[in-house]
């Protein structure tokens, strides 16, 4: 089956700066890149998401890169801000059915 | 929309017991997703339904789980009996063919199993 692997696990970063997280997959029948943001306590939730037949996508201060070739994606966030601050987990998506990386703890400091 | 609805919000039981969660997935979405969240295993599909059908239920760790879906509005996952190491958050989500894979996260079961 498919394997996401996710680094780093933790990220600190201080506030105004860029932060980047980036994942590899096994499954080159992926074609669905989904990154989901879950504050403590609270649901994951979409924050963008990239398909297959698009290498990058931009909103507002996140993007997304999409390596096909080499099987990796990649969430950057800039102008970070403390509100940024959760677990962020990639996923790949094949069939409707998503297997997600182990997640990313990032912690913006004022 | 009120978006995926999981009860009960939480849950603390003894080893022993059957516990029963519920879901009601976003109106019109045909894809209902079981998953399991640990700190050590992270997130994990336990169960994809697709049009009320079970299409891959790999995920389910053993026989004391099962999971139903009667119609297109409600879904139960079921623990009989629970024991210590289900303890978890239990999300379901939804997804229909509007939003393509998008998968949408109900508020999560949070389970204690004493």
Redesign the interface.
């Known amino acids: 089956g498919e394997n996401v692997e996710q680094h780093p696990s933790t990220l600190s970063v201080q506030e105004g700066d860029s932060a980047v997280i980036k994942c590899t997959y096994s499954d080159s029948a992926s074609n ?1 890149f ?1 990154w ?1 943001k879950q504050e403590l306590g ?5 924050i963008i ?1 990239i398909r297959s037949n698009v290498g990058e996508k931009k909103d507002q201060r996140i993007a997304v890169t999409l390596n096909k070739t080499a099987k990796h994606f990649s969430l950057h966030i800039t102008e970070t801000q403390p509100e940024d601050s959760a677990v962020y ?1 990639c996923a790949t ?1 094949s069939n ?8 990313t703890l990032l912690t913006v400091n004022p | 929309d009120a978006g995926v609805i999981q009860s009960p919000r939480h849950e603390v039981t003894e080893m022993g017991q059957e516990v029963t969660l519920r879901c009601k997935p976003i109106s019109g979405h045909n ?1 209902l ?1 079981w998953y399991r969240q640990t700190m050590m295993r ?2 994990e ?1 336990l169960i ?1 339904f ?1 049009n009320n059908v079970p299409i ?1 239920d790999s995920g389910m760790p053993e026989d004391r789980f099962s999971a139903k879906m009667p119609n297109a509005s409600f879904s139960t996952l079921k623990i009989q009996p629970s024991e210590p190491r289900d303890s978890a958050v239990y ?1 379901c989500a939804s ?1 229909g063919l509007a939003g ?9 079961t949070r389970l204690l199993v004493l």
């Open positions: 669905y989904p989901y609270k649901r994951p939730q979409l998401d987990f998506g409707y059915k998503l297997t997600f990386g182990k997640g | 894809s997703f992270g997130l599909l994809y697709n891959d999300f997804s393509g894979e998008t998968q949408y996260f109900g508020p999560g």
